[in-house]
């Protein structure tokens, strides 16, 4: 019993860990919590959905084709809704506001458009289970959590080991100390959605896959906002610890206390990880930026 | 400056092109007289959408034929309909706007907690409520056991649809040890679960394990761990369909084979869509069927002006309240609230589209309906057993 839980708490965990480290990303970079990030995945998963159904490709070509839609809806969002506001030095909050609006509007837009009923994907991983000793876990989960650890490791290769990497991780710590150092931040900036979109259409693949997709899924990234935070907003390996961290003790106070008190639990543990340590587990600097 | 205008123009050009997707809608006729106006609280957008428009077309529908033949007093009849989206606070902003727009009386909405809800506004201002398939009976009889005197409902209560699949689960499927799963912040699913529970117990079954869940959440592999390592023959889960498919799915991926029991919230093909195979041979008890013989000819007009067949329960319950309203307005000849609430609260023998329908003075619920049982059997509900 102690075993499936944990199985099954990586296999929640995963997910949010994938999602957590969009957050992340976008945060490291420009400082505000883009909550718009769930709305991405809401509409990568129903890209995902009409690539398999309406245009019927086969699933590694309709999962690129959601991961590249993904980056262009998130490079777009990033045009649309911050740009202008990032070139007249507007307050995070702004940001903040706005990527609210656009959460709203495209969650809209999909009621108005598509429309509200459930797009079940068609049955890929039918039912199948791995054996893990006693516990047994979805050939999905598996390969989620396969293909989710394999995109984190990637992308944390990228940008710890190339040019363009660093040039990120120099506009995350200062972004006009990069840009004098000849960094092009608009450049970075776009590059950063367009990474945090990839895995976006990665996550919303998954998560139609294994739930539905349907207009307010963005929903379930509240989970992941939490352990990015957990993990220290901003940080990559920091969201994906949250992530499973969330997840396991999801699973385990479902198990061992009460399902009904589960999200009083994880929540007070939020509270309680953000009163002695306020930038999470591995945040990198408490130090207002000037 | 030109850009900024571009794009402005375009924004409003969405705006308008998206509202007029949406939008509330009117029907009936024009003319000098002025028209009776019925408010319907329905959601239209949200996870209860599919049901709402079943409701809006079988009314629309219905209010063609009436206006058609006359109207009712001579006078047409005109629906102001808004969009609540199955949500509490939603329901009261729907309710206020009636109110202003000064409906003589409103159908809807179709879920307990939000007809709950919508009654704070309603209630002051003597506006009759008659609720589809709130089923909790709190709808029109409070916690204090007081009467609300403007609502009413066309349905079965929740106890009678615990009793029935109680009974159901201990009798045709030999329950003996029972677990429940139910969303916590649903006062349908919390009720429906309770007088499961009473009746199953007082029936020798033993309730092993409680289980619950937030609406909105879509994992429950750990709750369903918990239910397979209790060792149950039955899982019962008043739910919403979205969450009983998604639960029969994990359920039978972590290799819990046992029955699974639910309440007319299931009762939409998107439960066998996100299901899947795993819905198989699943149990739920309706309000009403298809397969219904009194329902045929409906049912066949539905489907010859809509394209499709009706998504039950609800729309039946509609068009039964829609005639109850008519019923008191002929009756007392006007709108007067006190005098129409009374009318409809003593009603004997109406006939409504679900047959016969009287209305209990005390409790304000009809009396006179039954309840199917309705399993799916290759890929489709089929209709089980009929309870009366």
Redesign the interface.
């Known amino acids: 019993m102690f075993m499936q839980t944990l199985v099954t708490g990586v296999a929640v965990g995963g997910v949010y860990a994938l999602m957590a480290v969009g957050y992340s990303l976008i945060f490291s970079i420009l400082n505000f919590s883009n909550f718009a990030y769930g709305s991405i995945i809401m509409l990568a998963s129903y890209v995902g959905y009409f690539s398999l159904t309406s245009y019927g490709m086969p699933f590694p070509l309709a999962v690129v084709v959601t991961m590249l839609g993904a980056a262009a809806l998130s490079l777009l969002n990033e045009r649309i809704s911050y740009s202008s506001l990032r070139k007249r030095n507007a307050p995070s909050l702004y940001f903040m506001i706005s990527a609210m609006g656009t959460s709203i509007f495209l969650e809209n837009m999909v009621y108005a458009t598509i429309g509200a009923s459930f797009k079940a994907y068609p049955p890929l991983f039918t039912q199948a289970t791995v054996k893990l000793g006693s516990s047994t876990i979805g050939k999905l989960d598996l390969f989620a959590i396969i293909f989710s650890f394999t995109a984190i490791f990637i992308l944390n290769y990228y940008i710890n080991h190339t040019r363009t990497g660093i040039a990120i991780r120099a506009a995350s710590y200062d972004s006009t100390i990069a840009q004098i150092n000849g960094v092009n931040l608009t450049y970075v900036i776009g590059l950063v959605f367009i990474l945090a979109g990839l895995l976006a259409g990665l996550s919303g693949v998954f998560l139609g896959l294994k739930y539905m997709a349907y207009p307010t899924m963005g929903w379930i990234t509240n989970k992941a906002y939490v352990s990015a935070v957990i993990g220290g907003l901003g940080s990559l390996p920091g969201a994906v610890v949250g992530g499973l961290i969330l997840g396991v003790l999801e699973s385990l106070v479902s198990v061992y206390i009460s399902s009904t008190i589960r999200d009083v639990f994880s929540f007070s543990f939020l509270i309680c990880i953000l009163l002695f340590m306020p930038s999470g587990l591995f945040g990198k600097y408490l130090e207002e930026k000037v | 400056m030109l850009k900024k205008l571009v794009t402005l123009i375009l924004v409003c050009l969405l705006a308008v092109s998206?509202a007029s997707?949406?939008g509330s809608s009117t029907s009936g006729g024009s003319g000098s007289v002025q028209p009776i106006l019925i408010g319907h609280e329905v959601a239209?957008?949200?996870?209860s959408?599919?049901w709402g428009e079943a409701e809006k077309n079988a009314l629309d529908m219905e209010i063609e034929k009436i206006n058609a033949n006359g109207g009712v007093l001579g006078r047409p009849i005109e629906i102001k309909r808004y969009d609540n989206k199955a949500d509490q606070t939603e329901a009261v902003n729907v309710a206020n706007r009636l109110v202003a727009d000064k409906v003589v009386a409103i159908i809807g909405p179709a879920q307990s907690g939000v007809a709950i809800a919508a009654t704070s506004v309603t209630e002051p201002a003597k506006l009759i409520l008659i609720g589809t398939t709130t089923t909790n009976e709190k709808v029109t009889v409070d916690d204090d056991g007081k009467l609300h005197p403007y609502n009413f409902r066309t349905t079965i209560i929740d106890p009678y649809q615990g009793l029935v699949a109680a009974n159901f689960a201990l009798n045709d499927l030999q329950s003996k040890r029972a677990a429940t799963f139910i969303d916590?912040g649903s006062d349908y699913s919390q009720g429906l679960a309770q007088h499961f529970i009473d009746v199953y117990t007082a029936g020798g079954g033993t309730i092993v394990t409680q289980?619950?869940?937030?609406s909105?959440e879509?994992?429950y592999?750990?709750?369903l761990?918990?239910i397979k390592?209790a060792g149950v023959d039955l899982v019962f889960m008043p739910t919403m369909q979205?969450e009983a498919?998604?639960a029969m799915?994990q359920a039978?991926?972590?290799?819990l084979d046992c029955h699974f029991l639910g309440g007319d919230a299931w009762a939409s093909i998107?439960l066998i869509?996100?299901g899947?195979?795993?819905t198989e041979g699943c149990f739920y008890v309706n309000l009403a069927s298809l397969e219904d013989p009194v329902l045929k000819d409906w049912v066949e007009e539905y489907k010859t002006k809509w394209g499709k067949e009706p998504v039950m329960p609800n729309p039946v319950f509609a068009v039964d309240a829609l005639y109850a309203i008519i019923a008191a307005i002929e009756g007392t000849g006007g709108t007067d609230p006190d005098k129409m609430a009374e009318y409809i609260a003593n009603l004997k023998d109406l006939k409504v589209l679900t047959g016969h329908m009287s209305m209990e003075p005390d409790t304000h619920n009809p009396t006179g309906k039954s309840a199917v049982i309705e399993t799916v059997k290759d890929g489709a509900f089929t209709f089980y057993k009929g309870i009366s």
């Open positions: 998206l997707c949406g239209l957008t949200g996870g959408a599919l916590i289980e619950a869940f937030r909105e879509l994992d592999r750990a709750q761990g918990k390592d979205k498919g998604l799915k039978r991926e972590l290799g998107e869509e996100l899947g195979a795993a």
